[in-house]
């Protein structure tokens, strides 16, 4: 209770300059940038288990104020995922500052990825992204670069909905959203970090604690695939309206049973803007998992996603208002679907457009028709617009059970 009392005493100095910002003077974008910039200050206050290859001379917490947009309450998990994500950044911190571990860029990939080694035994412990190293980012070690991008400001000029730059900040809001309800989905452990990369200096990024895998999904049939597992990710690939997910960003690891246990990594690409939806992108609507019916687990899983609670945390990252509405939207899309008896492929096929991607899915359409009717997606009455549209595409599907659903 003392950790909780720290995090809601030590949030109100974030909350002052929010309401601040509210006088007009300055932009919204000003506000997310400084969020942005707030997040990456995160600190230690939590007592968690340390990793097992941290060393046990290292450096001790140091409790100042968590730095959050609203304050958390007893009930908020959120700072349960936070505690284990700076604890883990704290120590790939100490381990590349105090040269115990290096930085080494990965041979392939559109943006700079780097591996975090353990100088002694090369052992890889993470993987740090940095912001300006991203696809089209002005940095980029591999050529895709724009460089005159301001990062975390300018449109991204490949990727519509996004902006150049904000990939560290999609990989954290993904590792959070599975870290509020349990890790239902199995995210590895993601926050932001400032590292030193080889002849680049000092750079903001996002860092992933390193899973081992016997393979992607992408180098086995999915036979192999467990239902549980597809499911798991389907849902999380939903809630984020991913443009994504492909085989190879799913990581593969021996498992007791026949089937193996799959990992989502590569988040950067998710949550795009509510007025760009048309690059969904779900490699598992072509498994035939997607469309047996969901556990009991996962069904309690899905029935207990909050998107206004899911809302407070992605604010408090720095994620804007349209990237937010996109996820709200997506997440009672899901809940309403499933509720209705629909299965994960019929949910998924709603967001995804067909064939050659030349016709705006049933999701975009939905969406263009009640912003028209209503611009303001932080109004009540857009909300209460959605939620009909909603009710309306599922009580509409539910007269075509059996036929495709994008041809409802």
């Known amino acids: 209770m003392a950790a909780i009392s720290a995090l ?8 002052t300059w929010l309401l601040s910002c509210k006088s007009g003077k300055r932009s919204m974008l000003a506000v997310a940038n400084k969020a942005k910039k707030a997040a990456f200050a995160l600190p230690r206050v939590l007592s968690v288990k340390q990793p097992t290859w941290w060393s046990v001379k290292a450096r001790p917490a140091v409790d100042v104020p968590v730095v959050l947009s609203t304050p958390p309450t007893s009930s908020t998990p959120l700072r349960v995922g936070l505690a284990s994500a700076i604890a883990f950044r704290q120590a790939i911190t100490y381990a590349v500052t105090q040269h115990r571990a290096t930085l080494e860029l990965t041979p392939d990939g559109c943006g700079g990825v780097y591996m975090v ?5 090369g052992r890889t412990l993470a993987i740090f992204k940095p912001r300006d190293e991203e696809y089209m980012a002005p940095q980029n070690p591999r050529g895709y670069r724009c460089p005159a991008a301001i990062v975390g400001e300018t449109p991204h000029p490949a990727k519509m909905g996004f902006r150049v730059g904000d990939g560290a900040m999609r990989e954290v809001a993904a590792y959070v959203l599975d870290a509020m309800y349990d890790h239902f989905s199995g995210v590895p452990t993601t926050h932001f970090a400032s590292l030193p990369v080889p002849n680049g200096g000092v750079k903001e990024g996002s860092i992933q ?9 992408e180098d086995v049939g999915s036979l192999r695939f467990g239902v549980a597992d597809v499911h798991k990710i389907a849902i999380l690939d939903i809630r984020l309206f991913n443009t994504d997910r492909h085989a190879g960003n799913i990581l593969l690891q021996p498992s007791k049973t026949s089937t193996y246990a799959m990992v989502p990594i590569d988040h950067g690409l998710c949550l795009p803007s509510i007025h760009h939806l048309d690059a969904a992108c779900f490699e598992w609507l072509h498994w035939a998992q997607a469309k047996f019916p969901l556990s009991a687990d996962a069904l309690a899983h899905i029935a207990a996603l909050d998107d206004v609670q899911d809302a407070v945390a992605l604010r408090s990252l720095g994620m804007n208002e349209d990237a937010i509405a996109t996820m709200r939207v997506c997440t009672r899309v899901l809940k309403q679907g499933v509720s209705s008896g629909f299965s994960l492929f ?63």
């Not at 080694?117 to 035994?121: E, G, N, S, V, W």
Request: hydrophobic share 35%.
């Open 346 to 408: 019929d949910v998924g096929s709603v967001l995804q457009r067909d064939g050659a991607g030349l016709t705006p899915s049933k999701l975009e359409l939905m969406v263009s028709a009640v912003l028209a009717k209503e611009a303001n997606v932080s109004s009540d009455r857009f909300w209460k617009l959605m939620d009909v549209a909603i009710e309306n595409l599922w009580e509409e599907a539910d007269k075509c059970k059996g036929r495709s659903m994008s041809g409802l």
């Open 209 to 217: 604690a390193f899973v081992t895998s016997e393979s992607s999904a």
């Open 8 to 15: 809601n005493k030590s949030s109100s100095t974030t909350t």
């Open 117 to 121: 080694q353990q100088r002694d035994d």
